[in-house]
């Protein structure tokens, strides 16, 4: 595992660099390369939206012909995701953008056309002031005079903020805190007097409620004191008891379902003498 791991490898005495063949590659070859879309774009064949972003295996060659001040040019070669047509695009260090060259065309954007159109009327300007020196007089009096309305803005607003300034912004949130917390007061008074009457209320309702349960148990129970007894039913019901049979001699020592020694009859049913 050791050796595997070594970087110094092992060199013979006998070992010349020079003497190893070098691959003489062209410039303009090609490299595959994973790449994604710099922009929207749309097929020209197909006419397939292909969103920024989306990725291709590309194939990459370095252009030529057209250096930028000293910094190479790249170009891209992929293909549509729907016909397969080929679609070319390549660096442009100028604008710090990409170019497309064939097979598609790029989707609207309305920063880049507005930096264009900045770049060109700033280049037109350049050029009518190289030519006509009244003309740089004329733009300098343009842009003395927009300065001069951007002070005057600028000093108004200035006079506003300190209008608004003015007001004491300290005094507004404490007398609002204090608002905050009589209103909180009173909520909590009102709350207080609405649970006093309501239990108030609920008294009420109990005195008023008992004296008719005491007159509703006076009319069930007109006679309080002679209530009945636990006893009294007893004896109400005196036929719920089995009658005792007549002329049965009853002993402690006997019962109905024993038997006599003088008869073989049970106790309970001998015939009584007469």
């Not at 006997?254 to 015939?271: K, V």
Request: a neutral charge.
């Amino acid at each position: 595992m050791a050796e595997r791991k070594v970087l110094n490898k092992y060199h013979p005495p006998a070992f010349d660099p020079a003497k190893i063949p070098k691959l003489k590659l062209p410039k303009d070859r090609q490299y595959v390369v994973r790449l994604m879309a710099p922009f929207n774009m749309r097929c020209r064949r197909c006419g397939e939206n292909i969103c920024k972003g989306k990725k291709f295996n590309a194939r990459k060659e370095t252009v030529q012909s057209e250096p930028y001040l000293g910094l190479p040019i790249f170009r891209f070669y992929i293909k549509c995701t729907r016909c397969l047509a080929e679609i070319t695009f390549r660096t442009d260090p100028e604008n710090a953008d990409y170019a497309v060259e064939h097979g598609a065309t790029r989707n609207f954007q309305a920063e880049k056309l507005l930096q264009e159109e900045e770049k060109r009327m700033q280049k037109e300007r350049e050029e009518e002031e190289l030519n006509n020196p009244m003309k740089v007089l004329e733009n300098r009096t343009k842009d003395s005079k927009l300065e001069m309305e951007v002070l005057e803005n600028l000093q108004e607003l200035k006079e506003l903020n300190q209008r608004q300034a003015s007001v004491d912004f300290e005094a507004m949130l404490k007398q609002f805190k204090e608002l905050d917390e009589e209103q909180r007061r009173k909520e909590q008074e009102e709350d207080k007097q609405e649970m006093k009457a309501v239990l108030e209320q609920a008294q009420n309702r109990r005195l008023l409620v008992d004296p008719d349960s005491d007159e509703e148990l006076a009319k069930r129970c007109p006679n309080p004191t002679a209530q009945r007894k636990p006893m009294d039913t007893l004896q109400e019901h005196p036929q719920s008891k089995r009658p005792r049979p007549a002329n049965v001699p009853w002993s402690s020592g006997t019962n109905l379902g024993q038997t006599s020694p003088r008869s073989s009859e049970p106790a309970g049913l001998q015939q009584p003498e007469l």
